[in-house]
T-cell receptor, first 113, second 113 residues
Framework: DTGVSQDPRHKITKRGQNVTFRCDPISEHNRLYWYRQTLGQGPEFLTYFQNEAQLEKSRLLSDRFSAERPKGSFSTLEIQRTEQGDSAMYLC???????????FGSGTRLTVV | AQSVAQPEDQVNVAEGNPLTVKCTYS??????LFWYVQYPNRGLQFLLK??????LVKGSYGFEAEFNKSQTSFHLKKPSALVSDSALYFCAVRDNNNNDMRFGAGTRLTVKP
């Protein structure tokens, strides 16, 4: 495993449905981040884990969003009752301790119809 | 709070000419600065970073960036552009008091043959 893997690559869902995305970070990286990117914008920070602990959440992460990293390895991001405004690319990244940069996955593109 | 500004939405250059993609930042502590590149429907790829030391940082694919503390800038440069450099470029910053990385809105670089 040489990179960050995200699954699925694409997801089309109807408004109101729940969706779950998975991220598998680089195995030795203890930090994992979720970002959201909409068209024409830079990635926006959503949340951050150090090992299994969720240490920081953005105000962008409404109560419909929940993220977990149960064993400090892979992470899931769930969106409940999806809305059209949730349509975006959801990016996962991992790193070792700061000040180093992140390694990003290829992202999950969500389309809510 | 940390922030990044990329003043140009679009940069066009001819192949073989030098290119510059501009970035300015704002942080409360010492800045850690990064450049990433994104190709269509892909995640972000790391190009280079400035943590400390020499103000001129060399990165992947012949890119370099110059940290200028007085101007709070971290412009990305390349002496001779290639058509394959055409992509979306993001500047990012984090400071030593925060765990998350903040991205600029991105600059689309187009290199014409």
């Amino acid at each position: 495993d040489t990179g960050v893997s995200q699954d699925p690559r694409h997801k089309i869902t109807k408004r109101g449905q729940n969706v779950t995305f998975r991220c598998d970070p680089i195995s030795e990286h203890n930090r994992l981040y979720w970002y959201r990117q909409t068209l024409g914008q830079g990635p926006e920070f959503l949340t951050y884990f150090q090992n299994e602990a969720q240490l920081e959440k953005s105000r962008l992460l409404s109560d419909r969003f929940s993220a977990e990293r149960p064993k400090g390895s892979f992470s899931t991001l769930e969106i409940q009752r999806t809305e059209q405004g949730d349509s975006a690319m959801y990016l996962c990244a991992s790193s070792i301790q700061r000040p180093y940069g992140y390694t990003f996955g290829s992202g999950t593109r969500l389309t809510v119809v | 709070a940390q922030s990044v500004a990329q003043p140009e939405d679009q940069v066009n250059v001819a192949e073989g000419n030098p290119l510059t993609v501009k970035c300015t930042y704002s942080v409360s502590g010492n800045p850690y600065l990064f450049w990433y590149v994104q190709y269509p429907n892909r995640g972000l790829q790391f190009l280079l970073k400035y943590i400390t030391g020499d103000n001129l940082v060399k990165g992947s694919y012949g890119f370099e960036a110059e940290f200028n503390k007085s101007q709070t800038s971290f412009h990305l440069k390349k002496p001779s552009a290639l058509v394959s450099d055409s992509a979306l470029y993001f500047c990012a910053v984090r400071d030593n008091n925060n765990n998350d990385m903040r991205f600029g809105a991105g600059t689309r670089l187009t290199v014409k043959p």
